[in-house]
T-cell receptor, first 116, second 110 residues
Framework: GDSVTQMEGPVTLSEEAFLTINCTYT??????LFWYVQYPGEGLQLLLK?????DKGSNKGFEATYRKETTSFHLEKGSVQVSDSAVYFC???????????????FGKGTKLSVKP | SQTIHQWPATLVQPVGSPLSLECTVE??????LYWYRQAAGRGLQLLFY??????ISSEVPQNLSASRPQDRQFILSSKKLLLSDSGFYLC?????????FGEGSWLTVV
């Protein structure tokens, strides 16, 4: 079945460091790919998305490129801030398939802590 | 604009007591609605989804149930809570190909 694998955390970085959180997926067909962020004590917010191969999603300085050849959607940011401390979830959605009506398949999440 | 709300935000309930979490969506009609659970130290698990009034599909057999009495209302319930029901419950809806989440409800069963 479909699945998402993302790097285990926690990840601890200093402010202004470069961030990469790896995400790979297994899916039949052409899923849409997403990154969600969960700040402490809050729900999930959509961070960025990409709906087809080679698309690049970007938001708040974060970027991720849909790589079909490597089945990956790695999250990157050039210079992290303390306010980026959160849990990041990679997810895929098989919108055009039956079953769970476009349900999201999530990775287990990666906790990022940014130190000043 | 479309928004999603769920409540209560925090709940502490004794084992064996009932549960009702409510979710409403504004600014849209006939949305697909979802209930997810995030247990401590674990990822997100889809519990229920609904494509319309009275139409509920369960993804995981458990102590919980869901109902959709109105187009934009989705309710998560239990008749008798278990300790293992503790977690963070998220309601979500899907316009197009993107799922958006509510603020979440923290449930602690004691």
């Amino acid at each position: 079945g479909d699945s998402v694998t993302q790097m285990e955390g926690p990840v601890t970085l200093s402010e202004e460091a470069f961030l990469t959180i790896n995400c790979t997926y297994t899916a039949t067909g052409y899923p849409s790919l997403f990154w969600y962020v969960q700040y402490p004590g809050e729900g999930l917010q959509l961070l960025l998305k990409a709906t087809k191969a080679d698309d690049k999603g970007s938001n708040k300085g974060f970027e991720a490129t849909y790589r079909k050849e490597t089945t990956s959607f790695h999250l990157e940011k050039g210079s992290v801030q303390v306010s980026d401390s959160a849990v990041y979830f990679c997810a895929l959605s098989r919108v055009n398939y039956g079953g769970s009506q476009g349900n999201l398949i999530f990775g287990k999440g990666t906790k990022l802590s940014v130190k000043p | 604009s479309q928004t999603i709300h769920q409540w209560p935000a925090t709940l502490v309930q004794p084992v064996g007591s009932p549960l009702s979490l409510e979710c409403t969506v504004e600014g849209t009609s006939n949305p697909n609605l979802y209930w997810y659970r995030q247990a401590a130290g674990r990822g997100l698990q889809l519990l229920f989804y609904s494509v319309g009034i009275g139409q509920i599909s369960s993804e995981v057999p458990q102590n919980l149930s869901a109902s959709r009495p109105q187009d934009r209302q989705f309710i998560l319930s239990s008749k008798k809570l278990l300790l293992s029901d503790s977690g963070f419950y998220l309601c979500a809806w899907r316009p197009g190909n993107t799922i958006y989440f509510g603020e979440g409800s923290w449930l602690t069963v004691v």
